[in-house]
Nanobody
Framework: QVQLVESGGGLVQPGGSLRLSCAAS????????VHWYRQSPGKQREFVAG???????VYADSVKGRFTIYRDNAKRTAYLQMSSLKPEDTAAYYC?????WGQGTQVTVSS
């Protein structure tokens, strides 16, 4: 059974940066696409960014130019580097590989 564990969330001021990590059991990250989603209270979970096994990336328009997704296959970990954070980026962030979801990590952007 695939296990995904997110980490790196926290409280940050507007304009700040955070790096989220998604660590996977086994080698699933190496051979599959990895996707980040986020969900705010009262809202639907929304796509944030994705990276294919070949390294191609795609981003939601709301984060394009501010977030970067990348992977380290040797560490079985995918990352979401978030910069120029805005209060509207506040959400629980989840990684997804195939049908498996992590437990989420909370990001709060507030002064």
């Amino acid at each position: 059974q695939v296990q995904l564990v997110e980490s790196g969330g926290g409280l940050v001021q507007p304009g700040g940066s955070l790096r989220l990590s998604c660590a996977a059991s086994g080698s699933i990250i190496r051979s599959n696409g990895v996707h980040w989603y986020r969900q705010s209270p009262g809202k639907q979970r929304e796509f944030v960014a994705g990276i294919t096994s070949d390294g191609d990336t795609v981003y939601a328009d709301s984060v394009k130019g501010r977030f970067t997704i990348y992977r380290d296959n040797a560490k079985r970990t995918a990352y979401l580097q978030m910069s120029s954070l805005k209060p509207e980026d506040t959400a629980a962030y989840y990684c997804k590989v195939r049908l498996a979801w992590g437990q989420g990590t909370q990001v709060t952007v507030s002064s």
